[in-house]
């Protein structure tokens, strides 16, 4: 059963390198998961509450284990420093429905 996944992330502008290497070093672990980005957004404008993140993009999987699969590999633990110093706001949200 496909599982979507929302990911809420404001990238430091300063970190271009880390960026760079974050995404290089996840683009393999999404196709070999059989993941997909469906879309991403742009926030533009807050009406209630706090800005959650600039971006927020949704990818599909095509299961949970899939997910599990990308998120606790070796090669994702790797890479968890250039995800730190690239992004400054960065949250991953399994979401049903």
């Known amino acids: 059963m496909p599982v979507t996944v929302i990911a809420l992330v404001t990238v430091r502008e300063d970190r271009p390198l880390d960026l760079a290497a974050y995404l290089a070093a996840t683009a393999p672990l999404l196709e070999r998961a059989g993941a ?5 957004f ?3 404008e807050v009406v209630a509450g706090k800005r959650p993140a600039q971006t927020v993009v ?3 999987y095509p299961d949970r ?3 599990d699969m990308v998120f606790g590999s070796l090669e ?5 420093p250039y995800r ?7 949250h991953v ?3 049903e429905g």
Do not use: N, W
């Open 36 to 40: 997909r980005i469906v879309q991403r």
């Open 42 to 44: 742009k926030v533009s």
């Open 58 to 60: 949704i990818v599909e």
């Open 65 to 67: 284990a899939a997910v």
């Open 76 to 80: 994702y633990q790797r890479i968890i």
């Open 84 to 90: 730190d110093r690239a992004f400054c706001d960065y």
């Open 93 to 95: 949200s399994v979401v």
